[in-house]
């Protein structure tokens, strides 16, 4: 069994999880995994509501049945990332409302602060344009 150690999960919502790194790749109990995405482990694969999907060879089990986290993020459609140097995991919103949003033109709400330091929200701009200016220093 590997070390449990704690795993950062950015999604929706931030949360920490207690899992394992093997191989440079986050695994999580079944338990963190419903936690986390929103479908249950079944003996038929992952589930939500009437909806399951066999988990066949896409998803690598751990020593202990832990899961593969991104394995089981693309599964189910969501886009992931991961930085085992910081113990960290960032999963995407699904691909259908990925897609909706694309093909209705409608950027997510989100808060981001100004360079003056006031938080400010897409939303705040309802009915008028907006650009959005990113820089990253890497």
């Avoid at 929103?38 to 998803?59: F, S, T």
Wanted: aromatic share 6%; proline share 5%.
């Amino acid at each position: 069994m590997e070390r449990l150690e704690e795993i950062t999960v950015l999604s929706q919502e931030t949360s920490t999880v207690l899992g394992s790194w093997i191989d440079n790749e986050p695994y999580v109990t079944p338990k963190e995994l419903e936690k986390i995405l929103g479908w249950k482990v079944k003996p038929e694969g992952l589930c939500k509501n009437d909806a399951c999907i066999p988990i066949g060879d896409n998803v690598r089990l751990g020593e202990d049945d832990s899961l593969n986290l991104r394995e089981a993020a693309t599964l189910v459609g969501h886009p992931s990332l991961s930085a085992p140097e910081v113990g960290m995991v960032a999963i995407g919103q699904a691909h259908d409302i990925r897609s909706k949003a694309l093909k209705d033109r409608v950027a997510p709400n989100f808060t981001l602060s100004d360079i003056s330091g006031v938080d400010r929200s897409m939303s705040d701009w309802v009915g008028k344009k907006r650009l959005l200016v990113a820089f990253s220093s890497w």
